[in-house]
């Protein structure tokens, strides 16, 4: 028992992530076939993180440079962590825009959160490699943590009454017990926070033996260029956006608009979210052939008219070659299926035999 908690720890390195599949990792590496695993949409990173962690081959791709932060910093890097110097350099006087405070309060931000990430981040853009990004991660989990699920649409109300110094108000207005917790984050110095994840990041960094990889990438591409390297690969994980649910793009716009410091981030991931879907998932498995195991990652709400039930994704699986599916008992944290009640999610995979 003890061990198996231990073990769990590495998965705090981890940002929340909307559809993370931090619970159900056991079941899909119950699955994985070969020494080599493509996590062909790592999104989060928890399935390349068990992956590594039962000495695998990572190779983890993303269209989004949010996943690819989490891929340098936890998959590819194999030894080197973050000291309590690096905590403290955030600090340091520099020169910078105020590209946050700017753009992103009151509405997102507090101001003087706003204030210290403009800094932290003008401190992190001078420094080069591995601490960089690890110092991203650090600051992307910084940020996430006072948010309700990573979401960005709320906050402007509460930013404002901590700014009018109401925040006792606040916190007896509050009923939520994630909510109370976040607006806590966001009255904390940022200093022991940072401390707290530093020690979280630093868990799930270990040394698996391999020669991991990292890509951020359009899907398409990236198996082309993995089957023109002709690179032995036994096992592709594919937990594609679920077609009419929440897009990661929009989701996570503010984020990926701080973390490249720039307004006009586009990144098209609507490729299996849409009317389409079905014939993307064609596709990508006729360029996965290469790859001798497919795992495939899907949910379905039944009152919802817009998902992808499991066995119309099974008939286009079955096409290439035979497969079976199990459905899984889980139940999202919260819903990211069109809104319905989210006690009716189905999640489900898909397994090759």
């Keep these: 028992m003890k061990a198996k908690k231990m073990a769990n720890k590495i998965y705090e390195a981890l940002p929340a992530f909307l559809g993370g599949k931090r619970k159900m990792v056991d079941i899909i590496a119950s699955h994985f076939q070969g020494n080599t695993i493509a996590d062909v949409f ?26 690819k932060i989490i891929g340098e910093a936890l998959i590819k890097n194999q030894r080197d962590k973050i000291i309590e110097q690096d ?26 959160t ?22 991203e991660l650090l600051l992307y989990k910084f940020i996430i943590c006072q948010r309700n699920f990573g979401s960005f649409v709320v906050g402007k109300q509460d930013n404002e ?4 110094g109401n925040e006792i108000e606040l916190l007896e207005l ?3 017990n994630s909510r109370v917790k976040k607006i806590k ?39 082309k260029l993995m089957k023109k390297r002709k690179e032995p690969i036994g096992t592709a994980y594919f937990d594609s956006p679920y077609k009419n649910s929440t897009e990661y ?23 299996f979210n849409k009317k389409d879907a079905l014939k993307n998932f064609e596709k990508l498995f006729s360029l996965s052939e290469f790859i001798p195991r497919w795992i495939i990652s899907m949910g379905y709400n039944p009152g919802s008219d817009g998902g992808i039930k499991g066995e119309e994704l099974l008939k286009v699986v079955q096409k290439f070659r035979p497969a079976k599916i199990y459905q899984l008992n889980h139940v999202w944290a919260i819903n990211n ?13 898909i397994v090759t035999k």
């Design 42 to 67: 790592m999104g989060g990173g928890s399935v390349s993180l068990k992956a590594k962690e039962i000495g695998k081959r990572v190779i983890a791709n993303d269209i989004a440079y949010r996943s």
């Design 87 to 112: 905590v403290y350099s955030l600090f340091l006087p520099a020169r910078h825009n105020r590209f946050i405070e700017k753009n992103f309060t009151p509405r997102h931000f507090e101001i003087k």
């Design 114 to 135: 706003a204030r210290f990430l403009d800094l932290a981040f003008a401190n992190i853009r001078k420094m080069e490699s591995i601490r960089k990004k690890l110092l």
């Design 161 to 164: 009454m901590i700014a009018s």
């Design 174 to 176: 509050t009923a939520s």
């Design 185 to 223: 984050n966001i009255l904390s110095h940022p200093l022991p926070v940072l401390m707290d994840q530093r020690e979280q990041i630093n868990a799930g960094i270990f040394n698996n033996f391999q020669e991991n990889e990292v890509y951020q990438m359009d899907v398409f591409a990236f198996l």
């Design 249 to 271: 793009s929009g989701h996570y716009e503010i984020l990926d608009q701080i973390l490249e410091e720039r307004l006009d981030v586009e990144i098209d991931d609507r490729a």
């Design 337 to 349: 299926l069109s809104g319905k009640k989210q006690e009716e999610n189905v999640e489900y995979l």
